[in-house]
């Protein structure tokens, strides 16, 4: 696996656990709050998948030229 695909798991996964626990610990003062929590937790929650996403995709693309790899056969 690539430096940058370690990087964007990294970032995925943090994102991931942080929009699960501000989910999880925050209690909003407001209903109005509480939509915005939501968005955020949405927000974090979209990212990290869409980040490990992307590690996974360029993490894989990277196998190609590998001999042992059973895509360059």
Known sequence: ?????????????FCLSLGSASAAL???PSPTASIWLNVLVGLLLGVGMGLNLAA???GKSGCRNR???PAST
């Open 56 to 58: 996974v995709l360029l």
């Open 26 to 28: 925050a209690l909003p």
């Open 67 to 69: 001999p042992d790899s």
């Open 1 to 13: 696996m690539s430096g940058k695909a370690r990087i964007l798991l990294a970032c995925g996964t």
